[in-house]
């Protein structure tokens, strides 16, 4: 499924979650990643991103599509990254 | 799903934050670790020691192409799937002479299947060739019937050559005269088509060895190929289904809708290669076969044409352990 992350945590916390999250998916923008997951990866995303955050401080939000075509994706501006694969 | 990289830039790759950076001039890419399947670097890439034990441990290889485009070798991560039995297995339908020209002629009857079905496409809405392509398809059959009676590896191989032969006169039929072959020929290949061919089929033989990588099969113990080369022969072997598939089928797409300029290549005539440009055109448009699905009958579900190489590669295991007769996959689409 294609998920889109969005977190707003605490600024000594920030550093974890974003290098964690760059192990399976693309950085878009500060705080958000964007990219493809199987279920089982996403509950092990989830499940990580429970023990580095503070609970009731730190607020995540995952917002999940079937496939990213359903997502209806446009820009304006320029991107923080390209997620292409072929460099 | 995993997918693959291509680095057609110079730069370095190194490992960072548990993951990996492709860092250059131009500024840097973020590869995720648990996405990569596997890296085929097209660029002077130069590596931390790092970045190499990482690939490795999680299980990811990396095949090198030199400037011009042509198969270099491959970093094979450390084996996980390992099997004394089925290795032990492999080896005995090689040594066997019987079972290894069984399977050799599996491998080629794959491929002919193949080639027959995109000559049919093709000839299909043309109604002024339909007859040239016709007795083409009539001679590579009657080639194919001649199999059965190959006694040796090499003969067949014969075989398989003039079936490539005739395969690639009627290809010539249906290209226009730009993109003909004429002959065959490789290192280097001398026009846009056999350009195209050479790059191509370095790629189907690198992802087929990424899949074996993920099976417990050997890839040194091949049954068409001699296995003494210096290459993972076993790859070859299994490559000559997909060719057909993957391969030609893209470069249809690339010469009919005209997806290729003169700026697509470099050097001349008798020693023609890819530019950057047309590297890059040409791996878009192979990233995008590999993941393209279609519904498998047996399984029924999708499966992506990557996938099908692996299951290739499974119902060749079952048949050295005896489990299931091999039978080469043939587009039934």
């Keep these: 499924m294609y998920v889109v992350i969005v977190y707003d945590v605490g600024v000594e916390r920030v550093n974890k979650v974003r290098s964690f999250l760059r192990e399976y998916m693309n950085w878009v923008q500060n705080s958000v990643f964007e990219g493809e997951l199987t279920k089982a990866e996403f509950l092990k995303v989830k499940s990580r991103l429970k023990e580095l955050i503070e609970i009731n401080h730190d607020h995540i939000i995952f917002y999940s599509s079937r496939d990213k075509k359903y997502l209806g994706i446009e820009n304006l501006g320029t991107p923080k990254a390209d997620t292409n694969n072929i460099i | ?333």
């Excluded at chain 2, 080896?91 to 080629?108: M, N, Q, S, T, V």
């Excluded at chain 2, 699905?293 to 190489?309: A, E, F």
């Excluded at chain 2, 005896?322 to 039978?327: D, L, Q």
């Design chain 2, 1 to 333: 799903m995993r997918e693959n990289f291509y680095i057609l830039q110079d730069g370095i790759l190194k490992r960072k934050e548990n993951t990996v950076y492709f860092e250059n001039k131009e500024g840097r890419k973020i590869l995720p670790i648990n996405k990569i399947s596997s890296i085929f670097a097209y660029g002077n890439l130069s590596f931390s020691s790092g970045v190499v034990s990482y690939l490795s441990k999680e299980g990811i290889p990396i095949h090198f192409f030199n400037y011009y485009g042509f198969y270099e070798g491959s970093m094979y991560p450390r084996e996980t799937l390992i099997s004394g039995d089925l290795v032990i297995r492999q080896a005995e339908y090689y040594l066997d002479p019987e079972k290894r020209l069984c399977l050799a002629g599996k491998f080629i009857e794959g491929a002919c299947g193949n080639i027959l079905k995109n000559l049919k496409y093709y000839a299909r809405n043309r109604e002024d060739i339909q007859e040239i392509i016709e007795n083409y398809v009539t001679s590579i059959k009657t080639e194919l019937s001649r199999l059965i009676d190959a006694e040796t590896v090499p003969s067949m191989m014969r075989t398989e050559g003039k079936i490539r032969e005739l395969y690639y006169n009627a290809l010539d039929e249906i290209f226009p005269e730009e993109y003909r072959i004429i002959k065959r020929t490789r290192r280097p290949p001398n026009n846009k088509m056999n350009t195209l061919i050479s790059f191509g089929n370095s790629l189907v033989y690198s992802t087929t060895l990424s899949e074996i990588y993920n099976t417990q099969l050997n890839p040194t113990i091949s049954y068409l190929h001699e296995p003494f080369e210096r290459r993972f022969s076993l790859s070859l072997d299994v490559s000559e289904i997909f060719k057909p598939i993957l391969i030609d089928r893209i470069i249809f797409k690339l010469v009919n809708k005209n997806m290729l300029d003169d700026g697509c290549f470099r050097g001349e005539i008798g020693n023609m290669l890819l530019s950057d440009k047309g590297k890059k055109i040409f791996l878009k448009e192979y990233d995008e076969k590999l993941k393209t699905t279609i519904k498998h009958k047996g399984l029924n579900k999708s499966v992506s044409y990557k996938r099908l190489i692996r299951l290739e590669l499974y119902k060749l295991s079952k048949h050295v352990l005896g489990a299931e007769n091999y039978k080469p996959l043939v587009m039934w689409w």
